[in-house]
């Protein structure tokens, strides 16, 4: 079964770069879409990024140009870089794999890592 965990949140300054990390510990992590979301204080949770099994990335319009997500499969981990971090990036970023089957579906969340961007 997936177990996510994420780390890497931190206090940092605006324009300032982070990198958040989300290890499987368990299941197929290769079939599953993974993606980041982001909830602030008061606000609904977003889906920041995504990067599917098979297919192109796609990101919020925010954080396009300044984030990039990947995959390393082998290592059964997924990265957020973020670069030039904004005050309105400070959130609780979660990371999520999900997938489809024939039948039925699959998600799973991690318990989340918080950022904070001070101006």
């Known amino acids: 079964q997936v177990q996510l965990v994420e780390s890497g949140g931190d206090l940092v300054q605006a324009g300032d770069s982070l990198t958040l990390t989300c290890v499987n510990s368990g299941g197929v992590f290769e079939l599953y879409d993974v993606a980041w979301h982001r909830q602030a204080p008061g606000m609904e949770r977003e889906m920041v990024a995504e990067i599917p099994a098979g297919g192109s990335r796609t990101y919020v319009d925010a954080v396009k140009g300044r984030f990039t997500i990947s995959r390393d499969n082998a290592k059964n981990t997924v990265t957020l870089q973020m670069n030039n971090l904004k005050p309105e990036d400070t959130a609780v970023y979660y990371c999520?794999?999900?997938?489809?089957?024939?039948?039925?579906?699959?998600?799973?969340w991690g318990q989340g890592t918080q950022v904070t961007v001070s101006s």
């Open positions: 999520h794999a999900h997938r489809q089957g024939i039948t039925r579906g699959w998600e799973y």
